[in-house]
């Protein structure tokens, strides 16, 4: 299943990207209360992962993207996206986290990545050229999911199966970016991403 597949809609309207951030965000901010409890069964759990690593909000970026007809469009509506869902991912923690309103002092960093997303968004839609500048960009896309990727599995290999799940959708993310592809950039760009995912693994894993 290609991310065009995946959302059935040929494009995505700001109404859609605005409920869509709202689930998220709201989705978000509720796990991320359940983890404020540090229950010693569900911490390391996979589902956790998306308030702190970007492999979901990598995976949501492309959707939006996937589903757009310009670079502009694509930049203003994954901007919204990101300026809406973040927020109220830390409004959701405010009546549990001890700190009250104090939690939005955690937001600064995810706000500079909103801001960031406006021009990462427009030159990330290039990747729905499937040529091999589109390469070039996924690229950096697959360097973060490597890296998350290897953080994940070093936390599954010493306590199984923590992070399964999480190491799972990296992959499967990664293999719906190839397969996006066809003929012999298929396989230059599967190349490269197992290169990728294998190196910085190891090397984290000995570092």
Not at 49 to 59: D, K, L, S, V, Y
Request: net charge positive.
């Amino acid at each position: 299943m290609y991310l065009k597949q995946i959302v059935k809609k040929e494009e995505l309207s700001y109404k859609n990207i605005v409920l869509f951030a709202i689930i998220c965000g709201i989705a978000t901010g509720i796990i991320l209360d359940v983890e404020l409890y540090k229950i010693p069964s569900i911490m390391n759990n996979s589902l956790f992962n998306i308030g702190i690593c970007f492999e979901f909000w990598i995976f949501a970026t492309m959707i939006i993207i996937s589903r757009t007809k310009k670079p502009l469009e694509a930049a203003c509506k994954v901007f919204v996206y990101f300026l809406i869902s973040q927020p109220l991912v830390y409004l959701m923690k405010v009546p549990v986290d001890p700190r009250g309103w104090g939690v939005f002092v955690d937001y600064k960093g995810w706000f500079i990545w909103t801001l960031l997303t406006f021009p990462g968004a427009f030159i990330a839609w290039y990747t729905n050229k499937k040529n091999n500048m589109s390469i070039a960009i996924f690229m950096v896309a697959i360097l973060f999911l490597s890296y998350e990727f290897a953080q994940h599995f070093n936390v599954l290999i010493t306590d199984f199966p923590f992070q399964l799940i999480a190491c799972a959708f990296i992959l499967y993310q990664i293999a719906e970016y190839i397969m996006s592809f066809e003929g012999k950039r298929r396989i230059v760009f599967g190349i490269l991403s197992c290169v990728s995912i294998i190196a910085i693994t190891v090397l984290f894993l000995l570092g």
